[in-house]
């Protein structure tokens, strides 16, 4: 039989309200992932796992040059005395510091499978093998000499650093990502014979911004190369709010293969993009037929990357073949700039870039003071013992009768001799051979040399120009090892600047072109049928929906739908479904409003103008380049306050201009008289007493008024017996004749695939 539950004591219970206990209890949980786990400390640019990767390192005597040791007796000691996690996601920060394409200076030197840049997993952590790299010896150079702060490991047993000395400028160096809660970082690699430069510039002119920082320090510098492709604006703006992303592209060039046929070869691709990824994804494209320019791609990557890619043809275009991947691809990718770390490994705080590199060096400032303090009193201790020595070699048959007669002789030489404590135990603790009469020598060499490092060390503590001035013959000595001539220091990413393309030619690259007939519905329907479809009889529509227009264009086209809000939508053909079901609303493709109404849709053909109009009558002529948008939203070219609204939109094709309104009034006028703008209201085309504008046209004079029915049939007048409806703008105009214009539009004539639209 089970245990029976015993009910708590009502006296021990207390009532807190949930929103307190959870705000309290969330805050610490929220303190905890910013402080410990996911922020860099901006002093020297690693988080705590990493931090204690390195000293366990360290302890294990794993110093570049020594013997390796396995993987899995490093993660142990970090789980075992640091860093209470799982083994697994210790190893995987492991490997990710001795990773050369994730690392631009690895701080640990792999010996085994670490995985690559292909997206492999490493090895289990019993079969590799690591030690430090010269850059991990840098950042913890000083840590016996009381460089930084200790504090007790999670169980109290032993002690860990709070901040490592840091004498490689980490932070930007590396870089670091993380996300904690409510707040991330993210921070590229650079260049640490630039940030030296920086660094040094900035402690002679302590007071620079980060703009003039960029004549040292242009950009990142990431470990897998690419070209940044940004304006130099943008990158000094980023660096100036410690805000901002970086384009980042991938280094190509173009092989030749005889008689004009070439082929484009990838030799470097954007940071943190794995390249198998990357490989399916244009697969992907190929087989979706997205990439038409392109007749295949291959990986021939060994150690460096080569992916080489083959054109359709010898007359495709290397520079647009390359746009339209880096359109579609990782082969162009986003790397984003967020440089929030913690401030003192205490507050997180967004910094710009001199912001950070001042905080690097006011710490190895603190290191420096710290380090000769500490040196100073080991001077201190070393010059007490020897003035003991001394004593005791001067008077040493003295000293000799005193230790063998006296049973506590301690006492009677501090006594005899005048010494201090530490004296008399350095005496007594003394060998015999060192009573030789070299050793005197030895002491006097000794003293003198230690009593000039003491001066020199208290000229340093006392001068903070002196102080400044070491750092920097630092900071010039790393810059030595890691300078743009040795093959890690040297400079990986490039600058460019993105060729200037035409979007469009760029869109038609994306996509295969064939011949479409794009079908509108009364409800604002679109779809594409393949092909040019003159007999539209057989489309089916929804059982309350009908054809409004249809018109011929491409799939490279770009069509502009003008809805009553006098706005123009602009949409891809290439987006549009295909001719199988009813097609989809227009609404998906752009932002109408519920209240909205779709008035028409005319493919963009480039150069034409257009005559658009309004109920009240109002209407102008309006470039179509200028209808053109590049969002959902649209582009505002007709103002119109309710009730009036858009109501007609037709190309400028001739010198006259037809209007009618819904009192079955017509007017006809020279075109000349409509102003062309770019937005507006427009000016009054047609003068109504009762209703509204319906329809525009322009037409030619030559040719006369053409006009469609309700039944499709195709109706002409020409000017002279049009000639009593001849005015001027503005005019009310006269009421049509009977069974002319029966339903107010002019509709449209097809154009043999030119896609002359109306409604």
């Known amino acids: 039989m089970g245990k029976r539950l015993i009910p708590p004591d009502p006296s021990n219970v207390q009532e807190v309200a949930l929103r307190d206990a959870l705000e309290e209890r969330y805050l610490a949980y929220a303190l905890s992932t910013i402080m410990h786990r996911a922020l860099p400390d901006a002093r020297d640019g690693l988080k705590p796992v990493h931090r204690r990767i390195l000293f366990a390192m360290r302890q294990l005597r794993l110093d570049p040059g020594q013997a390796f040791k396995k993987s899995a007796r490093v993660v142990g000691d970090v789980i075992g005395k640091y860093h209470p996690h799982g083994d697994q996601s210790v190893y995987d920060a492991l490997v990710r510091l001795a990773q050369e394409f994730a690392q631009r200076y690895p701080l640990v030197d792999g010996q085994g499978n670490f995985g690559n840049i292909d997206g492999d997993n490493p090895a289990a952590m019993r079969y590799t093998e690591s030690r430090m790299t010269e850059v991990a010896r840098l950042l913890l150079d000083g840590i016996d000499e009381d460089a930084v702060d200790f504090r007790p490991t999670y169980d109290g047993s032993e002690t860990e650093p709070v901040v490592l000395p840091g004498a490689f400028p980490n932070l930007l160096a590396n870089g670091s990502q993380g996300i904690a809660v409510g707040m991330a970082t993210s921070i590229p690699p650079h260049n640490a014979a630039e940030l030296c430069d920086a660094a ?430 590049n969002t959902r939203k649209g582009k505002q070219v007709l103002n119109v306050k309710p009730p009036d609204k858009a109501c007609a939109v037709t190309p400028v094709e001739g010198e006259l201009v037809a209007a009618i309104g819904e009192n079955r009034k017509m007017v006809i006028f020279a075109l000349d008289q409509v102003p062309e703008m770019t937005r507006g209201r427009g000016v009054r085309l047609q003068r109504h007493k009762d209703g509204g504008l319906s329809d525009v046209k322009t037409f030619k004079e030559a040719d006369g008024l053409t006009w469609i029915d309700a039944g499709g049939r195709v109706f002409n007048q020409s000017m002279k017996e049009l000639a009593a409806w001849r005015g001027n703008r503005g005019d009310a105009g006269r009421i049509k004749p009977d069974r002319f214009l029966a339903n107010l539009k002019f509709g449209s004539a097809p154009e043999g695939g030119k896609g002359d639209e109306g409604k």
């Not at 005791?392 to 201090?420: Q, T």
């Not at 003491?454 to 090892?481: G, N, P």
């Open 200 to 629: 040094l510039f900035l402690i002679d002119n302590p007071n620079a911004r980060a703009k003039t920082l960029l004549k040292y320090v242009p950009g990142p510098d990431f470990p897998t190369g690419g070209l940044i492709v940004d304006p130099r604006e943008v990158i000094a703006e980023s660096y100036a709010t410690g805000r901002g992303s970086f384009r980042v592209r991938a280094r190509w060039h173009k092989e030749e293969t005889g008689r004009g046929t070439y082929l484009i070869v990838i030799t470097e691709i954007p940071w943190l993009v794995q390249k198998t990824r990357l490989i399916e994804k244009m697969a992907e494209l190929f087989n979706e037929k997205k990439l038409p320019l392109v007749e295949g791609f291959r990986d021939e990557s060994t150690e460096d990357v080569r992916v080489v890619i083959e054109p359709k043809s010898r007359t495709v275009d290397a520079e647009l073949l390359m746009e339209s991947l880096f359109k579609l691809t990782e082969l162009e990718s986003r790397i984003p700039l967020n440089m929030n770390v913690l401030s003192k490994g205490k507050i997180p705080k967004v910094m710009d870039l001199a912001e950070v590199l001042r905080e690097w060096l006011d710490h190895r400032r603190d290191v420096l003071l710290r380090r000769s303090r500490h040196r100073l009193a080991q001077i201190e201790h070393r010059l007490e013992v020897l003035g003991g020595y001394l004593i005791a070699y001067l008077n040493i048959d003295k000293v000799i009768k005193i230790i063998r007669n006296e049973d506590e002789p301690k006492p009677v030489l501090i006594k005899a001799f005048k010494l201090s404590d530490v004296q008399a135990d350095a005496i007594l603790n003394m060998r015999l051979r060192n009573l030789r009469k070299l050793e005197e020598m030895e002491i006097k060499r000794e003293n003198k040399q230690l009593r000039e490092e003491k001066e020199i060390l208290e000229k340093l503590v006392r001068s903070e120009k002196e102080q400044w001035r070491t750092i920097a013959d630092q900071i010039k000595k790393v810059r030595e090892t890691f300078g743009p001539k040795t093959p890690l220091g040297k400079r990986r990413t490039g600058f460019a600047e993105a060729p200037e393309h035409d979007e469009a030619a760029i869109e038609e690259a994306m996509v295969v072109r064939e011949p479409i007939t794009v079908v509108v519905s009364e409800k604002g329907w679109i779809r594409a049928l393949r092909g040019i479809q003159t007999d539209l009889s057989g489309v089916a529509f929804k059982a309350d929906d009908a054809l409004a227009f249809a018109f011929s264009a491409e799939t490279t086209s770009k069509l502009l739908a003008l809805a009553t809000n006098g706005r123009f939508y602009t949409i891809d053909a290439s987006k549009l479904p295909g001719g199988r079901g009813h097609g989809e609303p227009i609404r998906l493709y752009t932002d109408l409003e519920q209240d909205d109404e779709l008035v028409s849709v005319v493919r963009y053909q480039g150069g034409r103008k257009l005559l658009v109009a309004s109920t009240s009558g109002r209407g102008f002529v309006v470039a179509e380049d200028e209808c053109l948008g």
